[in-house]
């Protein structure tokens, strides 16, 4: 980091020309930013992240190493990408037809987890603090607050903000408390 660089990036990365990074972000071993990219304050990518062109990565978000952020997809604020998670970008991919610059839009909305290894179909968001399992494919829009797993992802409760796993009250130990609208968990 140089004195008026007020972002870190490791000298074995790339960081091409036109990205934004914000303060206190730090870009660890062997990433590659791509032109175009928007990164917010105080991110950490890890080891081996590709960040694709045009890529927009809110505030606080915390990439692991292993993980490709292509095209097309958005990390809203405090998200964490757990290792080797993975994001898609194309419907219906195929070597012969590329589709370059087509891409499915996938929104992963403030403060929610994506587990090791989870999949990310594209096209699909992820709501608000939400959390995927490890392992689990994602192949329909997530509810805020949803507890995911499996393959594919199906919901099997509600955690809090916090990431603690909510009761049957919908109460959490850590104070905050949830209802129901509907099939919608709202904090209250």
Not at 75 to 103: I, K, M, Q
Not at 138 to 150: F, H, P, R, S
Request: proline share 2%.
């Amino acid at each position: 980091m140089t004195a008026d660089q007020k972002y870190f990036v490791h000298e074995s990365s790339y960081v091409d020309d036109g990205v934004q990074i914000g303060e206190g972000t730090k870009i660890w071993h062997f990433c590659h930013v791509q032109k175009g990219a928007v990164i917010g304050r105080n991110c950490s990518l890890g080891q081996n992240v590709n960040i694709g062109n045009n890529v927009r990565v809110g505030n606080g978000v915390r990439i692991q190493n292993n993980v490709s952020v292509y095209e097309g997809v958005e990390l809203e604020d405090n998200v964490f990408c757990g290792p080797s998670c993975v994001f898609t970008n194309v419907t219906t991919p195929r070597a012969h037809f590329p589709v370059h610059g087509v891409y499915a839009k996938t929104v992963i909305r403030e403060g929610a987890s994506l587990g090791a290894n989870c999949t990310i179909v594209c096209g699909h968001n992820v709501g608000k603090s939400a959390m995927i399992g490890s392992g689990s494919v994602v192949t329909k829009d997530v509810k805020d607050y949803a507890l995911m797993v499996g393959v594919p992802a199906r919901q099997i409760g509600w955690v809090c903000e916090c990431g603690k796993r909510l009761d049957e009250r919908l109460k959490c130990s850590c104070g905050r408390t949830y209802h129901l609208e509907g099939d919608e968990l709202v904090k209250e």
